[in-house]
């Protein structure tokens, strides 16, 4: 008998696990990189600072670029850009950047 109540007690924690891990949200994994998360900011890039990690528009919004930002092909001053970032402790960190058309400007015709 004991060891039937050892197996149920088993299962039932072993359950309890798999259905508590099926309830995280990407939000309580700030390094989550789901498409879904994040803010967006357009601007023209007025600067980058390779060295401290930081770009900055043209309205002065600044940001914290990833510490591979400099292996990549980066956006150059005077550039329109869109800009994927998460806040985290006052920072905004920088997801991705996107130097394309942006889809709010005006279209030809």
Do not use: N
């Amino acid at each position: 008998m004991k060891a039937f109540a050892l197996v149920v007690l088993v299962t039932l924690l072993m359950a309890g696990t798999a259905v508590y891990a099926q309830t995280a949200t990407p939000d309580q994994y700030p390094d989550s990189t789901t498409p879904s998360t994040g803010k967006i900011a357009e601007g023209v890039i007025a600067d980058i600072d390779a060295a401290h990690r930081m770009l900055t528009l043209e309205d002065g919004e600044q940001f914290v670029l990833p510490p591979l930002f400099a292996e990549t092909s980066p956006p150059e001053v005077g550039e329109r850009v869109e800009v994927t970032y998460e806040e985290v402790g006052g920072q905004k960190i920088v997801r991705s950047i996107d130097t394309g058309d942006t889809g709010h400007g005006e279209t030809g015709g």
